[in-house]
């Protein structure tokens, strides 16, 4: 065991639902201490910096069940089994703006939340945005929003972005 690192004695999983599970592991710790972790597991995701020819930043505003309200927020979504990051960015930026990339770029990546959950975030930016739109489930309800660069501090300053995933994907690409 290197050092910080905690070996699983036992793993249970008492939930398994469509989009999470969660896992129960009993550790030990270095020290010898044992303790228990609640893991929620969820599949690798992306999310997207879109701009498109003018500069705008392409958001998208969208009710989130969990906060309870909707939120403005940068396209994201999860990869799919058999795809590759960089396919599953070109296939949410389609499903949720309508437009394909031009060109990808890798930003940077980051764990959502690792205290507790498995999910890791590739960061895109896209560029040479051409409409071709592809229609998937739960995106009928999106709206997209352009937003210029300019107006991005003002909107976190305000809450009007307040997603931990647009926060880390806008300082990642410098906004």
Do not use: N, W
């Not at 958001?59 to 979504?77: C, D, F, I, S, T």
């Not at 590759?84 to 764990?111: D, H, N, S, W």
């Not at 999106?142 to 937003?147: D, H, K, L, M, N």
């Amino acid at each position: 065991m290197s050092a910080g690192e905690e070996r699983v004695l036992d793993s249970r999983q008492p939930y398994c639902g469509r989009a999470i599970s969660v896992r129960v592991d009993s550790v030990v710790k270095p020290g010898g201490v044992k303790t228990t972790r609640e893991v929620v597991e969820h599949v690798d995701c992306v999310v997207l910096l879109p701009v498109d020819p003018d500069g705008s930043i392409l958001m998208v505003r969208q009710y989130r069940h969990a906060a309870g309200k909707v939120l403005l927020e940068l396209p994201a979504g999860s990869i799919d089994p058999g795809e590759t990051p960089e396919q599953a960015a070109a296939r949410e930026l389609r499903e949720e703006t309508g437009c394909a990339p031009g060109r990808l770029k890798k930003i940077g990546g980051f764990y959502a939340a690792p205290g507790y959950l498995t999910e890791y975030l590739h960061c895109f930016r896209a560029s040479g945005l051409v409409r071709s739109p592809l229609v998937a489930e739960d995106t009928d309800e999106i709206e997209v929003v352009p937003v210029r660069p300019s107006e991005i501090q003002g909107l976190v300053a305000s809450g009007g972005i307040c997603d931990s995933k647009t926060l880390a994907g806008l300082r990642m690409a410098g906004l």
